[in-house]
C-alpha cells in the first residue's frame, strides 16, 4: 500500500534534519574561524576535514572542541556586552554621582572652599 502523507512525513523529516545538519556545520565554521587560540594550519586542517568528510568532521569537532564552543561564545557576548556599556557610558557622559563625588574630594583635598562646594554642587543639582 501507498501512504502518500507518510511519505510526505518522512521527506519533512530528512528535510528538517538536513537543515540541522546545515546549521551545525555553518555554527562550526564559524566557531573554527572566531577561535584565536587555534593556529592557521590547524584552522586549515578541520576546513579540510570538514568538506572531505562532513558529517564525520563535524561530529570530530564537536567531539574534540565542543566544550570549548559555549564557552568562548560567552566570552565574546560578554565583551560585546562591556564594549556596549563603556561606550553608552562615554556617550552619555558623567553622571550627578560621578560630579559630586569630584567636587567632595575637591573639597577634602582644601582645593575649593565650602562655598565653592556648595555653589557647584546646586549647579549639577539643578
Not at 55 to 69: C, E, N, P, S, W
Not at 81 to 108: N, T, W
Amino acid at each position: 500500500m501507498d501512504h502518500p502523507l507518510l511519505n510526505a512525513f518522512w521527506i519533512m523529516l530528512w528535510f528538517f534534519i538536513w537543515i540541522m545538519w546545515l546549521i551545525l556545520l555553518f555554527r562550526v565554521v564559524v566557531d573554527l574561524f572566531s577561535d584565536h587560540s587555534l593556529s592557521g594550519w590547524a584552522k586549515a586542517g578541520w576546513l579540510i576535514a570538514l568538506i572531505v568528510l562532513p558529517y564525520i568532521g563535524v561530529f570530530a569537532y564537536l567531539i574534540a572542541r565542543g566544550a570549548t564552543m559555549g564557552r568562548r561564545e560567552q566570552e565574546k557576548a560578554e565583551a560585546s556586552e562591556q564594549a556596549f556599556r563603556d561606550y553608552v557610558r562615554d556617550a552619555a557622559g558623567p553622571s550627578q554621582a560621578d560630579e559630586l563625588a569630584k567636587l567632595a574630594s575637591l573639597k577634602a583635598d582644601g582645593t575649593i572652599s565650602e562655598r565653592e562646594f556648595e555653589q557647584a554642587k546646586s549647579k549639577i543639582l539643578a
